[in-house]
C-alpha cells in the first residue's frame, strides 16, 4: 500500500514537472488529451467492477452469537430453521481467526457462535435446520 502512495506521488509529481516545462499552451493541450485517457480508463474499471461483484453477497464476519447463525440464499422452496435449546455462552476462539479468508458469495471470517454455522447457497430443493436431539 505504501508503494503504491510513493508511486502515485512520483507519478503525479512527473506529470506536473512535464506539464510546467511544457508551457502554458502546451500543457492545455496535453491535459485534454491526458484527461481523455483517465476518463476511458475510470469507466472501463466502473463497468468492471459492476460485472465481477454480486450485489447479492452475504457476509456474517466477525458476527458473535450466542446461539447458531444460518445464511441462506437462493433456495427454491421451502427453508425450516427450527430454533434450538437455550443459547449458549460463546466460545473464545482457540487461535485468532486468520485474516484473508473471508470473501466470495457468503463469508462468515471470523465469526464466533455458541451454535452451529450454517451456509447454504444455491440449493435447488428445500433446507431443514433442525437443532441437535436434546435428550442424551
Do not use: C, Y
Amino acid at each position: 500500500m505504501v508503494l503504491i502512495a510513493v508511486g502515485a506521488v512520483v507519478a503525479l509529481g512527473g506529470l506536473v514537472t512535464f506539464l510546467v516545462l511544457k508551457g502554458l499552451d502546451a500543457a492545455d493541450k496535453w491535459s485534454s488529451v491526458l484527461s481523455l485517457f483517465f476518463t476511458i480508463g475510470g469507466f472501463a474499471l466502473a463497468a468492471t467492477t459492476a460485472f465481477l461483484t454480486r450485489a447479492s453477497a452475504q457476509s456474517a464476519d466477525h458476527a458473535v452469537t450466542g446461539g447458531g447463525l444460518h445464511q441462506v440464499r437462493n433456495v427454491q422452496g421451502d427453508v425450516v430453521i427450527t430454533a434450538g435449546g437455550p443459547a449458549a455462552a460463546v466460545p473464545p476462539p482457540a487461535v485468532p481467526p486468520a485474516d484473508g479468508q473471508g470473501g466470495g458469495t457468503q463469508s462468515a471470517h471470523g465469526a464466533r457462535t455458541g451454535g452451529g454455522l450454517h451456509q447454504v447457497d444455491g440449493v435447488g430443493g428445500s433446507v431443514r435446520i433442525e437443532p441437535p436431539d436434546p435428550t442424551p
